[in-house]
C-alpha cells in the first residue's frame, strides 16, 4: 500500500528564514514524488517532483526538494519564506504502474509572518 | 495555453439528486483524473481515465462514475446525492503519466454543496 505522512499541520516561520515542510512516504517500488501548493479556492499549482536523478530537486517559485530513500522523506525546503509563499502544501506519491494515481498527505499549512 | 477547466465552479444540489461535473484538459494531454477534497478526508484518488478507458479506480462507491470522450474531455456523475459528498471535486490532467512525464496539471475545481 502506499501512503504519505505530512506530520506537521501547520508550520510557521518568519519572512526571510528557511523553512522546511516535512513528508515521509510509503511506496512499494520506486517512488515517484511530488509537491504541490494550494492558495484560499483555488486548486493544486505544481511545485516540483523527483522521478529519478539527482535527489536534490528544484521546482517552481526558489523551492527545492531533497529526495532521502534510507529515511523514505521527500521534504520541502525555501532559503527564504516570503509572505506569500503562505498557502497549504500538499506531497504526493504515485508509483511506476499507477502513474497519475496520486496518494496525499493531508497537507501541512504554512504560515510566513512577515 | 489554456489551463485545465472544470465546470461550474460551484454548485448546490439536494440529497437524493444527481449531479455532473465537467472537465476540460490542457490541450493534447489524454489522462484525466478526479479527486475529491474534503476537510475530513483530505485529498482521495476517485479515478482516472485515458484514451476514453478507465484506467485506474479509487475506493468511492458506484454511485461515483465518470466516463471520457474522443476529444480527452470528462465527466464526472454523482447519483442519489449524500450530505457527505459536499466537498471540492478536483479534475488534474497530464499528458500520459510515464516517466519524465509524469506530472498532472490541477483545474481549480467545483465545490459542491449538497443540502
Known amino acids: 500500500a502506499q501512503s504519505v505522512a505530512q506530520p506537521e499541520d501547520q508550520v510557521n516561520v518568519a519572512e526571510g528564514n528557511p523553512l522546511t515542510v516535512k513528508c515521509t512516504y510509503s511506496?512499494?517500488?520506486?517512488?515517484?514524488l511530488f509537491w504541490y501548493v494550494q492558495y484560499p479556492n483555488r486548486g493544486l499549482q505544481f511545485l516540483l517532483k523527483?522521478?529519478?536523478?539527482?535527489?536534490l530537486v528544484k521546482g517552481s517559485y526558489g523551492f527545492e526538494a531533497e529526495f532521502n530513500k534510507s529515511q523514505t522523506s521527500f521534504h520541502l525546503k525555501k532559503p527564504s519564506a516570503l509572505v506569500s509563499d503562505s498557502a497549504l502544501y500538499f506531497c504526493a506519491v504515485s508509483s511506476l504502474y499507477n502513474f497519475n494515481k496520486f496518494y496525499f498527505g493531508s497537507g501541512t499549512k504554512l504560515n510566513v509572518k512577515p | 495555453k489554456a489551463g485545465v477547466t472544470q465546470t461550474p465552479r460551484y454548485l448546490i444540489k439536494t440529497r437524493g439528486q444527481q449531479v455532473t461535473l465537467s472537465c476540460s484538459p490542457i490541450s493534447g494531454h489524454r489522462s484525466v483524473s478526479w479527486y475529491q477534497q474534503t476537510p475530513g478526508q483530505g485529498l482521495q484518488f476517485l479515478f482516472e481515465?485515458?484514451?476514453?478507458?478507465?484506467?485506474n479506480k479509487g475506493n468511492f462507491p458506484g454511485r461515483f462514475s465518470g466516463r471520457q470522450f474522443s476529444n480527452s474531455r470528462s465527466e464526472m456523475n454523482v447519483s442519489t446525492l449524500e450530505l457527505g459528498d459536499s466537498a471540492l471535486y478536483l479534475c488534474?490532467?497530464?499528458?500520459?503519466?510515464?516517466?519524465?512525464?509524469?506530472?498532472?496539471?490541477f483545474g481549480q475545481g467545483t465545490r459542491l454543496t449538497v443540502v
Open positions: 481515465y485515458f484514451s476514453e478507458t478507465q484506467r
Open positions: 523527483y522521478i529519478t536523478g539527482d535527489n
Open positions: 488534474a490532467s497530464s499528458l500520459s503519466g510515464q516517466g519524465k512525464n509524469t506530472e498532472a496539471f
Open positions: 511506496v512499494s517500488g520506486n517512488p515517484y
